[in-house]
């Protein structure tokens, strides 16, 4: 489905390129300097090609698992259950609107392993507690943007992806110091490694 989406993805990412750059903006807050970030899910990459503003020092990799994502974000084509980085590489790893997709405990049990002690995970993702009529309008509008297979795909999703809370408990059990709060569509974590 990435792959048939991906022009449109894209299109849709730029068109919300102010959402992507105060996501980066709130990142830069906690962490002023960051040798290495990696973001997971990346999609188009024009998350990345934000943090590369905030972050001008920093070296960007962008990961996904959709070959044509990864031609737009000059990414590299990977899972996150399984990231072919060294440990402890990373300073800030970040999924935006991406853990939804992926087995959350495989990937930040990864994204741990790949981030240096000290180190942020970042998430900015679907509050899974949003009203109904809410998910339902959401369903609506992407469904024209996107198409139906995808806005079908995401209300399965996000029926059943894990709650802030539940996402905020796994990370302290893992040793991070957690942030969160979460809005009426979407939840966002600071994990620091401690």
Same mark, same amino acid.
């Given at each position: 489905?990435?792959d048939e989406?991906?022009?449109?993805?894209?299109?849709?990412?730029?068109? +919300?390129?102010?959402? *992507?750059?105060?996501?980066?903006?709130?990142? $830069?807050?906690?962490?002023?300097? !960051?040798?290495?970030? %990696?973001?997971?899910?990346?999609?188009?990459?024009?998350?990345?090609?934000? /943090?590369?503003?905030?972050?001008?020092? &920093?070296?960007?990799?962008?990961?996904?698992?959709?070959?044509?994502?990864?031609? %737009?974000?000059?990414?590299?084509?990977?899972?996150? &259950?399984? %990231?072919?980085?060294?440990?402890?590489?990373?300073?800030?790893?970040?999924?935006?609107?991406? /853990?939804?997709?992926?087995?959350?405990?495989? !990937?930040?049990?990864?994204?741990?392993?790949?981030?240096?002690? &000290?180190?942020?995970?970042?998430?900015?993702?679907? +509050?899974?507690?949003?009203?109904?009529?809410?998910?339902?309008?959401?369903? /609506?509008? %992407?469904?024209?943007?996107?198409?139906k297979? *995808? !806005?079908?795909?995401?209300?399965?999703?996000?029926?059943?992806?894990? &709650?802030?809370?539940?996402i !905020?408990?796994n990370?302290?059990?893992?040793?991070?110091?957690?942030? *969160?709060? $979460?809005? /009426?569509?979407?939840?966002?974590?600071?994990?620091?490694?401690?």
């Amino acid at each position: 489905m990435w792959d048939e989406i991906s022009k449109r993805y894209h299109f849709w990412s730029l068109s +919300n390129r102010w959402f *992507y750059f105060l996501t980066g903006l709130e990142i $830069k807050r906690k962490v002023h300097d !960051a040798e290495y970030i %990696l973001d997971i899910g990346s999609g188009p990459g024009i998350f990345a090609e934000e /943090l590369a503003i905030l972050f001008p020092k &920093s070296k960007i990799v962008c990961l996904d698992s959709s070959p044509k994502m990864c031609r %737009l974000s000059k990414g590299i084509i990977g899972k996150a &259950s399984y %990231l072919p980085f060294k440990e402890d590489t990373f300073d800030v790893v970040t999924f935006c609107f991406s /853990l939804h997709e992926l087995e959350i405990d495989p !990937a930040l049990e990864e994204a741990n392993r790949v981030l240096r002690r &000290s180190g942020v995970i970042y998430i900015v993702d679907l +509050n899974r507690d949003a009203p109904q009529i809410l998910k339902r309008a959401s369903k /609506l509008i %992407l469904e024209k943007i996107m198409g139906k297979e *995808y !806005a079908e795909h995401l209300e399965k999703t996000w029926q059943k992806f894990k &709650s802030c809370e539940e996402i !905020a408990e796994n990370l302290k059990r893992k040793g991070f110091e957690v942030e *969160y709060r $979460k809005g /009426l569509q979407e939840i966002r974590i600071i994990a620091k490694k401690l």
